[in-house]
């Protein structure tokens, strides 16, 4: 079977924002070369991510999907216009 891969273009002022658990993020930990990863649980992230560079553009990432989801809706309302998913 031939792999597929995929490839995504990230504009160099993007970041990806690990917003799982702790214990998530330690069993799990995202590795991708060439990218900056921060790490906020998403219980956090209302107090946080003020505090965070806002010329980047923060990729969300859940396991799952949904609290990256969520929490992009709540931020967005919240007038940060610099969140994407990473799916």
């Not at 900056?36 to 998403?42: D, M, R, S, T, V």
């Not at 560079?53 to 999907?65: A, R, S, V």
């Not at 989801?69 to 998913?85: D, M, R, T």
């Amino acid at each position: 079977m031939k792999e597929n891969k995929k490839f995504f273009y990230c504009p160099i002022y993007t970041a990806i924002l690990d917003i799982r658990s702790y214990e998530e993020h330690i069993e799990k930990p995202i590795n991708i070369s060439n990218m900056k990863i921060c790490w906020i649980p998403f219980y956090r992230l209302e107090n946080e991510f003020k505090n965070l560079d806002q010329k980047i553009t923060w990729l969300l990432y859940c396991e799952k999907g949904i609290m990256s989801k969520l929490q992009k809706i709540y931020l967005i309302k919240q007038g940060f216009k610099n969140v994407q998913l990473l799916i």
